[in-house]
């Protein structure tokens, strides 16, 4: 849809004023850079689920979306191919939160089902798969569908510092106004997966790169998984303060930490959550961007 002179006019004077700031409709884009690749052009998945809630042991699918678009291997984006998208039977009605938040009814879904063939072949075109939020899409895809575990992820949420690029918070939503000053229909799986391209792809940071640069630069990097195992019940807050999380599972605490930064972390444990204790027992994992969002991580 062409925008309206009259109206755009009268955008581009709020927003040349100091007190408006004008936010305008997503746009429809099939290709980001007109300019010749640089080294390899390689293809990835953006990927969305709408689900039944947000346990990802227990709740199921509802929506599966997936956009597959090329990048070069500075972060450039290309072109954007064409969307999937999947109702799925979750076999139990949808909880009335989740139908008011995304729009989706039991009738939309009955009797359908995710075409497994289609995606898997998808994923054979794909050498990096990426969602916003991937600690939660990843987990409950790969029950549903194996093969999302043989895959290579990033976060367009974590694995890019958005400070960067002036943002505070980190939902799709606020990062789409606060970074590309655009809105869209949001809870739906097909147009997330399109306004999260749009996020990687179309803002600059101060030296040029694109927040796709910035992901790729964190999918390619190691992680340690310090665990601090039989810490006392006394240092929790400490812990937590550190940034340590719970592992209900393992029933312990862990951050993770560059590799390079592993030895520190260590003597930071010694020095403030074993030292009266006289019991120290540090574990250490790595992966890679293999098993990184993983419940295998």
Same mark, same amino acid.
Not at 56 to 70: K, L, N, Q, S, W
Not at 156 to 171: E, H, I, N, T
């Given at each position: 849809?062409?925008?309206?002179?009259?109206?755009?006019?009268?955008?581009?004077?709020?927003?040349? %004023?100091?007190?408006?700031?004008?936010?305008?409709?997503?746009?429809?884009?099939?290709?980001?850079?007109?300019?010749?690749?640089?080294?390899?052009?390689?293809?990835?998945?953006?990927?969305? /689920?709408? @689900?039944?809630?947000?346990?990802?042991?227990?709740?199921?699918?509802?929506?599966?979306? &997936?956009?597959?678009?090329?990048?070069?291997?500075? *972060?450039?984006?290309?072109?954007? *191919?064409? !969307?999937? @998208?999947?109702?799925?039977? !979750? *076999?139990?009605?949808?909880?009335?939160?989740?139908?008011?938040?995304?729009?989706?009814?039991?009738?939309? /879904?009955?009797?359908?089902?995710?075409?497994?063939?289609?995606?898997?072949?998808?994923?054979?075109?794909?050498?990096?798969?990426?969602?916003?939020?991937?600690?939660?899409?990843?987990?409950?895809?790969?029950?549903?569908?194996?093969?999302? &575990?043989?895959?290579?992820? *990033?976060?367009?949420?974590?694995?890019?510092?958005? @400070?960067?690029?002036?943002?505070?918070?980190?939902?799709?939503?606020?990062?789409?106004?606060?970074?590309?000053? /655009?809105?869209?229909?949001?809870?739906?799986?097909?147009?997330?997966?399109?306004?999260?391209?749009?996020?990687?792809?179309?803002?600059?940071?101060?030296?040029?790169?694109?927040?796709?640069?910035?992901?790729?630069? @964190?999918?390619?990097?190691?992680? %340690?998984?310090?665990?601090?195992?039989?810490?006392?019940?006394?240092?929790?807050?400490?812990?937590?303060?550190?940034?340590?999380?719970?592992?209900?599972?393992?029933?312990?605490?862990?951050?993770?930490?560059?590799?390079?930064?592993?030895?520190?972390?260590? %003597?930071?444990?010694?020095?403030?959550?074993?030292?009266?204790?006289?019991?120290?027992?540090?574990? /250490?994992?790595?992966?890679?961007?293999?098993?990184?969002?993983?419940?295998?991580?």
């Amino acid at each position: 849809m062409n925008p309206d002179p009259t109206l755009e006019e009268a955008a581009s004077r709020l927003d040349a %004023s100091d007190g408006y700031i004008v936010v305008r409709r997503l746009p429809k884009v099939t290709n980001y850079s007109s300019r010749a690749p640089i080294g390899e052009v390689r293809s990835a998945l953006l990927v969305d /689920v709408e @689900s039944t809630g947000l346990d990802t042991a227990r709740d199921v699918i509802i929506e599966f979306g &997936a956009v597959p678009f090329r990048y070069d291997s500075t *972060g450039e984006v290309f072109d954007v *191919g064409e !969307p999937v @998208s999947y109702f799925e039977d !979750p *076999g139990r009605p949808i909880p009335v939160d989740i139908v008011e938040l995304t729009g989706i009814t039991d009738a939309m /879904v009955a009797g359908q089902r995710i075409d497994d063939a289609r995606v898997n072949a998808l994923l054979d075109e794909s050498v990096l798969v990426i969602a916003h939020n991937a600690s939660y899409d990843r987990r409950i895809l790969e029950r549903r569908l194996p093969r999302f &575990a043989e895959k290579h992820w *990033g976060c367009s949420r974590d694995d890019v510092p958005w @400070s960067r690029f002036g943002a505070s918070g980190l939902k799709l939503q606020y990062l789409l106004y606060a970074v590309c000053r /655009v809105f869209h229909d949001g809870h739906r799986a097909v147009d997330d997966c399109l306004a999260t391209i749009h996020l990687l792809a179309a803002p600059r940071a101060a030296d040029g790169r694109t927040p796709m640069a910035m992901l790729l630069d @964190s999918a390619r990097r190691k992680t %340690s998984r310090i665990w601090a195992r039989k810490s006392a019940f006394e240092t929790k807050e400490v812990l937590k303060a550190r940034g340590y999380r719970w592992n209900d599972a393992q029933k312990t605490w862990f951050i993770d930490r560059p590799p390079a930064e592993v030895e520190a972390e260590k %003597s930071w444990l010694q020095e403030n959550v074993y030292a009266h204790s006289g019991v120290s027992l540090v574990d /250490v994992t790595t992966f890679t961007a293999r098993e990184r969002y993983s419940v295998r991580a």
